[in-house]
């Protein structure tokens, strides 16, 4: 099995990698939104998770959320990066609003 970009990313401490959801997999009642129009999605999937944040007396805090996990984030957090063609964004897990169930 070869490598994709989604498991060549190894986030830092309290960092998730999310790939955005595709327009087609977000709810748009319908309506046609030309890409001029477009939002930037505030859904995605988490590919990876870092190890978690130290805390001020040393100790590794666990992460809450997990690879798989569908989540709503923040509309202008974390850095877009593109990597073999892929588009990905990088945020604290604190810029993660919620996990869809």
Known sequence: MGTTAATR?????DRVVIKALDESEQMRGGLYIPDTAKEKPSQ???VAVG???ISDDGKRLDMEVKKGDKVLYGKYSGTDVTLDG??????RESDVLAVIR
Do not use: C, T
Request: charged share 30%; glycine share 12%.
């Open 51 to 53: 190890p978690g944040k």
């Open 86 to 91: 892929e588009e990905f964004l990088i945020l």
């Open 9 to 13: 990313i190894r986030p830092l401490a």
């Open 44 to 46: 995605g999937e988490v």
